[in-house]
């Protein structure tokens, strides 16, 4: 095999979007094109390549779903470290180690929390 054909062999196991555009553009330039290829963008490059190639495009498996973040004041932050206090206690006494462990680091991020908040009134 030549080394170019190994080079394209490699590059088509890759993804598009990992590519650089030098590479993008060294793919590109095989295919006949109407528009220069130099002046494309990195994503229109993917999506002519695409095009030609007639790969259709694949949704990602799993993507993670931001879950916002929950606001409370610093009084609801100060009754949840109350309680969470209490539960860290109970899983102390019945030998739930790691479960102490997870709650007692829930209780120090809200206490961040309740330097941070600022007092509604």
């Known amino acids: 095999m030549t080394q170019k054909s190994k080079i394209k062999e490699q590059l088509e196991e890759q993804h598009l979007e990992k590519l650089t555009i030098k590479k993008l553009q060294e793919i590109a330039a095989?295919?006949?094109?109407?528009?220069?290829?130099?002046?494309?963008?990195?994503?229109?490059?993917?999506?002519?390549?695409?095009?030609?190639?007639?790969?259709k495009d694949e949704a990602p498996a799993y993507k993670h779903k931001h879950k916002g973040k929950i606001k409370m004041a610093k009084p609801e932050l100060k009754a949840k470290i109350r309680e969470l206090k209490k539960l860290r206690l109970q899983a102390l006494d019945?030998?739930?180690?790691?479960?102490?462990?997870?709650?007692?680091l829930h209780i120090a991020r809200l206490k961040k929390l309740s330097r941070r908040a600022t007092v509604v009134t």
């Open 30 to 55: 095989e295919f006949p094109h109407e528009r220069a290829i130099h002046d494309m963008k990195k994503e229109e490059l993917v999506d002519f390549i695409k095009q030609t190639k007639g790969i």
């Open 94 to 104: 019945s030998g739930e180690s790691k479960e102490a462990v997870t709650l007692r």
